[in-house]
């Protein structure tokens, strides 16, 4: 599963590789989505609030908070079916001549 979907935002790899503006599907999954940084990210929050909870910023609060309070609040901070990185497609989707829709908004 992991070579065809994205284990983050569950985005399949055919939305990324037929993208004219992003690097591809492995770009994704090893930079914009890796698992090891949600992996690091979750360790280094708990162990901070473990250790020095006074040190936590709001955000890592929060973060500290959605993890302590079980799998069925992760959604809150998982990008699920949602990556940004594909966002500026749907905006440019060029028309049959050539021009981008947000260029015929303009005129």
Known sequence: EV???????????HAFDQSRNHKGFIHHITVEHSIWA?????????????????????VELFVAKVLLEGDS????IIP??????LKDDSK????DDGSSSSDEEEE
Do not use: D, Q
């Open 92 to 95: 440019n989707k060029s028309n």
């Open 38 to 58: 949600y992996v690091y990210l979750k360790y280094h929050i708990l162990a901070k609030a473990n250790y020095s909870p006074e040190t936590l910023s709001n």
């Open 80 to 85: 699920l079916h949602e990556t940004m990185h």
């Open 3 to 13: 070579t065809i979907m994205c284990v983050i935002c569950r985005k399949g790899h």
């Open 73 to 76: 609040k992760l959604w809150r």
